[in-house]
């Protein structure tokens, strides 16, 4: 028998984080899908060896810590998923996001090809400017509007050119705090929601990321990919659709534009920033399940004990 491959996970107490160390562990995580295997194999428990590491395990902007963590632990991958990701707190705090999330990457990439590792780095919809009109693909250029798309976008050209990006948006766990909860929260307590509709972008349920991410693990592809849920949307009608399954009527959402919020953010955000997978579907990976759907998932999930970690 093969022994398991060995995978360093940094961000594992994210909400990505959490579902991909149970997915890696051969567990479906809370709101997932089990039947969702995009290379067509199921996760064997004794497939991977997890070393999960916390902020609290490794602080990420410590290159020497990095070093010594990535040469005492061997890994073969290293998933990269600790971010600075407070996007409006950014503007004002671009130091500390830069040294997170481009400094922080580097020493990742650079950690795993001193031991010869596989990196797996996260980034983003952010780093477009929204501008294109039209689904984004991989070839496409990148001019992030607020500090924290710009940071991820230093992070991917500091990374080397054989590590694996992997671009998500509009990311949803059911123990993360996300605005689904807010809306869930909101819907069942009677109250209303207000939501921009003029932001298109891309849902992505952490637990399929986190079975995307296995994918690339054992495959390791290199280079840019997108992956998000299938089709693309706005707040207002993820709010809308949302209540609809929890039972409210149509009067629990109304929408507003970006201009209307009060206070304004401190960021800009792409006006369209979907993500097209055509890329991961061209190489036969199935494509994740439309977002409606996803969503399903996460609400019943939730309404069965889960929720956000904090
Ligand atoms: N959430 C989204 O909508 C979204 C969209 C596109 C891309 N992404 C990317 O997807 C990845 C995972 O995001 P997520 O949603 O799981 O984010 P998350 O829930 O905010 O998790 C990020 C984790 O990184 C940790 N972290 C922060 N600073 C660190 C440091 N200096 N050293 C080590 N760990 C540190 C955080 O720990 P503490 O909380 O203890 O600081 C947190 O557990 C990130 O790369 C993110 O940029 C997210």
């Known amino acids: 028998m093969s022994s398991p491959t060995r995978v360093l996970v940094t961000g594992a107490a994210g909400q990505v ?66 971010a600075y990701t407070a996007v409006d707190r950014a503007e004002v705090d671009a130091d500390a996001c830069y040294a997170v999330n481009a400094t922080g990457t580097e020493s990742l990439s650079l950690a795993a090809h001193d031991v010869g590792a596989h990196l797996i780095a996260i980034s983003t919809d952010y780093v477009f400017d929204g501008n294109k009109g039209s689904a984004y693909v991989e070839e496409d250029s990148a ?75 054992r495959e390791r592809p290199g280079g840019l990919w997108h992956v998000a849920n299938a089709g693309t949307t706005t707040w207002f009608e993820v709010a809308q659709f949302a209540g609809s399954v929890l039972g409210r009527d149509e009067g629990f959402a109304t929408p507003i534009s970006t201009d209307d919020l009060d206070p304004a953010p401190l960021a800009r955000r792409p006006i369209r920033s979907d993500l097209s997978t055509k890329k991961w579907e061209s190489r036969r990976w199935t ?24």
């Open 287 to 310: 494509a994740m399940a439309p977002w409606r759907s996803g969503v399903i998932r996460l609400l019943e999930a939730r309404a069965l004990g889960g929720g956000p970690t904090s």
């Open 17 to 82: 984080g959490v579902d991909l160390v149970d997915t890696l562990s051969g567990v479906t995580p809370l709101g997932g899908d089990p039947a969702f295997e995009p290379d067509g194999r199921s996760v064997d428990r004794d497939e991977f060896e997890v070393l999960a590491l916390s902020h609290h395990d490794l602080d990420i902007t410590d290159r020497d810590a990095v070093m010594k963590c990535v040469r005492g632990s061997r890994p073969d991958v290293i998933v990269h998923l600790a």
């Open 143 to 217: 001019n992030p509007l607020n500090v924290y798309g710009a940071s991820k976008r230093a992070a991917e050209l500091l990374c080397a050119g054989d590590d694996t990006i992997v671009r998500t948006s509009w990311v949803m766990g059911v123990r993360g705090k996300n605005v689904l909860h807010v809306i869930a929260q909101r819907a069942l307590s009677g109250e209303t929601v207000r939501f921009v509709d003029d932001q298109t972008g891309t849902v992505t349920l952490a637990s399929d990321l986190a079975r995307a991410l296995v994918t690339m693990v």
